[in-house]
Protein backbone atom coordinates (compact mmCIF):
# COMPACT_ATOMS: atom_id res chain seq x y z
CA UNK A 1 0.00 0.00 0.00
CA UNK A 2 3.07 2.70 0.47
CA UNK A 3 4.68 1.78 -2.33
CA UNK A 4 1.37 2.43 -4.34
CA UNK A 5 0.85 5.61 -2.56
CA UNK A 6 4.41 6.92 -3.34
CA UNK A 7 3.77 6.30 -7.00
CA UNK A 8 0.68 8.44 -6.64
CA UNK A 9 -1.51 5.79 -6.48
CA UNK A 10 -3.75 6.11 -2.83
CA UNK A 11 -7.53 5.36 -2.47
CA UNK A 12 -9.28 8.94 -1.38
CA UNK A 13 -10.29 9.98 1.98
CA UNK A 14 -13.73 9.32 3.04
CA UNK A 15 -16.08 12.00 4.39
CA UNK A 16 -15.40 10.99 7.96
CA UNK A 17 -11.62 11.31 7.03
CA UNK A 18 -11.82 15.10 5.74
CA UNK A 19 -14.22 15.86 8.48
CA UNK A 20 -16.50 17.13 5.54
CA UNK A 21 -19.42 19.66 6.79
CA UNK A 22 -22.13 19.61 4.08
CA UNK A 23 -23.47 22.82 2.79
CA UNK A 24 -26.88 24.37 4.10
CA UNK A 25 -28.91 27.23 3.60
CA UNK A 26 -29.68 29.74 6.56
CA UNK A 27 -32.64 31.44 7.54
CA UNK A 28 -31.45 34.82 8.59
CA UNK A 29 -33.65 37.55 10.71
CA UNK A 30 -31.95 41.21 10.91
CA UNK A 31 -30.25 41.90 14.06
CA UNK A 32 -29.63 38.64 14.64
CA UNK A 33 -26.39 36.76 14.87
CA UNK A 34 -27.55 33.20 14.95
CA UNK A 35 -29.68 31.47 11.98
CA UNK A 36 -33.73 31.06 12.92
CA UNK A 37 -32.84 27.58 11.22
CA UNK A 38 -30.27 25.72 9.29
CA UNK A 39 -31.32 23.88 6.25
CA UNK A 40 -29.83 21.35 3.79
CA UNK A 41 -31.08 22.70 0.42
CA UNK A 42 -32.68 26.54 -0.99
CA UNK A 43 -36.09 24.44 -1.26
CA UNK A 44 -36.46 23.23 2.29
CA UNK A 45 -35.44 26.58 3.50
CA UNK A 46 -38.15 28.54 1.25
CA UNK A 47 -40.31 25.62 2.69
CA UNK A 48 -39.62 26.54 6.31
CA UNK A 49 -39.97 30.07 5.71
CA UNK A 50 -43.59 29.18 4.20
CA UNK A 51 -44.65 27.46 6.84
CA UNK A 52 -43.58 29.37 9.63
CA UNK A 53 -44.81 32.90 7.87
CA UNK A 54 -41.43 34.53 6.46
CA UNK A 55 -42.60 34.41 3.21
CA UNK A 56 -43.94 36.57 0.48
CA UNK A 57 -47.16 35.40 -2.23
CA UNK A 58 -43.80 35.98 -4.72
CA UNK A 59 -42.09 33.36 -2.92
CA UNK A 60 -39.43 36.00 -1.79
CA UNK A 61 -38.91 36.44 1.86
CA UNK A 62 -40.56 39.03 3.67
CA UNK A 63 -38.12 41.94 4.77
CA UNK A 64 -35.85 41.90 7.67
CA UNK A 65 -35.48 38.04 6.85
CA UNK A 66 -33.25 36.48 4.29
CA UNK A 67 -31.62 32.81 3.07
CA UNK A 68 -27.76 32.31 3.04
CA UNK A 69 -25.88 30.17 1.45
CA UNK A 70 -22.97 28.61 4.01
CA UNK A 71 -20.28 26.53 1.76
CA UNK A 72 -19.54 23.16 3.52
CA UNK A 73 -16.02 22.17 3.81
CA UNK A 74 -13.76 19.58 4.53
CA UNK A 75 -12.49 20.98 7.46
CA UNK A 76 -9.12 18.38 7.97
CA UNK A 77 -8.24 19.22 5.00
CA UNK A 78 -7.86 22.90 5.06
CA UNK A 79 -6.85 23.39 8.15
CA UNK A 80 -5.08 20.35 9.32
CA UNK A 81 -3.84 17.89 6.60
CA UNK A 82 -0.11 18.27 5.93
CA UNK A 83 -0.26 16.76 2.34
CA UNK A 84 -3.25 19.08 1.10
CA UNK A 85 -0.59 20.93 -1.52
CA UNK A 86 -0.29 17.68 -3.47
CA UNK A 87 -3.02 15.96 -3.13
CA UNK A 88 -5.53 15.08 -6.16
CA UNK A 89 -8.23 14.89 -3.67
CA UNK A 90 -8.01 18.23 -1.93
CA UNK A 91 -7.77 20.23 -5.38
CA UNK A 92 -10.91 18.55 -6.45
CA UNK A 93 -12.58 19.67 -4.33
CA UNK A 94 -11.38 23.47 -3.63
CA UNK A 95 -12.13 23.54 -7.36
CA UNK A 96 -15.26 22.97 -7.35
CA UNK A 97 -15.92 24.95 -4.05
CA UNK A 98 -14.78 28.03 -6.31
CA UNK A 99 -15.66 27.37 -9.96
Known amino acids: MHKEA ?3 NYPPC ?3 ERWEKQS ?3 VMKK ?3 SALRVLETEKDAF ?3 AD ?3 LLEGNGV ?3 FSIE ?3 GESTRCEKYCSVRDFCRQYAEIIGANNG
Request: contains cysteine.
Open 14 to 16: TAS
Open 24 to 26: TYA
Open 47 to 49: QWC
Open 62 to 64: KPG
Open 52 to 54: NGY
Open 6 to 8: REG
Open 69 to 71: FRQ
Open 31 to 33: GRK
